[in-house]
């Protein structure tokens, strides 16, 4: 009788345990030839702070992992920043989307398309399924790039935007280590 409840409590305490048990989630390419900084968005002052943090690791060689950690995961998201006063770059209009604030933009030639953020996941949808297809859109999942800005400098929006983004994100895409996120 002493072994079955001593059995019994010993399952209890597992089942509690197993209980709050967080789920650690990464998304980004984490490219084993660079060194990462990583930054937890919670001890973040503000948004403006974090990018100028961001962009000051990226002109001292170091990437950037955003540490953002909710009651039921830990998220880890491998940014694609880089050092905006030593680079030159060029990146095709199709290959990019900009999300800032409530809207999702996308530039076609000379005139912006518009869309509101609760169609991300569709707007996401048409870049990651193209595949080459439709020249407005992006050539392949792995040059899409995504512009990440906004106005308010309430971090709670950054996280709690970001985590929809990399959940919806999971929602279309397997592989995690496709989604390129610049913060600016």
């Not at 001593?6 to 998304?27: A, G, N, P, Q, W």
């Not at 990437?63 to 694609?80: E, G, M, P, R, V």
């Amino acid at each position: 009788m002493q072994s079955i409840i001593i059995t019994l409590s010993c399952f209890f305490i597992l089942l509690l345990s197993s209980c709050h048990t967080k789920t650690d989630v990464e998304f980004g390419d984490k490219n084993p030839a660079y060194k990462y900084f990583l930054i937890d968005i919670d001890t973040m002052q503000t948004y403006q702070h974090l990018v100028k943090t961001i962009e000051e690791r990226s002109c001292e060689d170091l990437s950037s992992t955003l540490i953002l950690n909710t009651d039921s995961a830990n998220y880890k998201l491998h940014l694609k920043n880089f050092c905006m006063s030593e680079v030159c770059w060029y990146i095709k209009r199709s290959n990019t989307l900009h999300l800032k604030n409530d809207s999702i933009y996308k530039r076609v030639s000379t005139n912006p398309v518009s869309y509101h953020q609760n169609q991300l996941k569709e707007v996401l949808e048409m870049e990651i399924n193209n595949k080459n297809r439709q020249n407005e859109l992006a050539e392949d999942i792995s040059k899409l790039i995504l512009f990440y800005a906004q106005d308010d400098s309430s971090l709670s929006i950054t996280k709690s935007k970001l985590i929809h983004l990399m959940n919806v994100y999971a929602s279309i895409e397997e592989d995690s280590t496709s989604l390129n996120v610049f913060l600016q």
